[in-house]
């Protein structure tokens, strides 16, 4: 949306500044569902993705 041209790069943990280290495990996976909030308490996004989006970048 932003008209971004750059390039996002995985590089080797060994190549960060030791600032960048967290002293946690992030190796495990995260599965995240918004299903039971939206069914019992009728959770609806105030704003369409296009729409925040938008309004962010700018």
């Known amino acids: 949306m932003a008209g971004w041209k750059g390039e996002v790069v995985i590089a080797s943990p060994s190549l960060m500044p030791d600032s960048w280290s967290l002293p946690y495990n992030l190796e495990q996976n ?3 569902d918004s299903t039971r ?10 704003v369409l993705l296009a729409e925040a989006l938008k309004c962010t970048i700018e």
């Open 30 to 32: 995260w599965v995240v």
């Open 37 to 46: 909030i939206r069914q019992e308490l009728g959770y609806v996004e105030p």
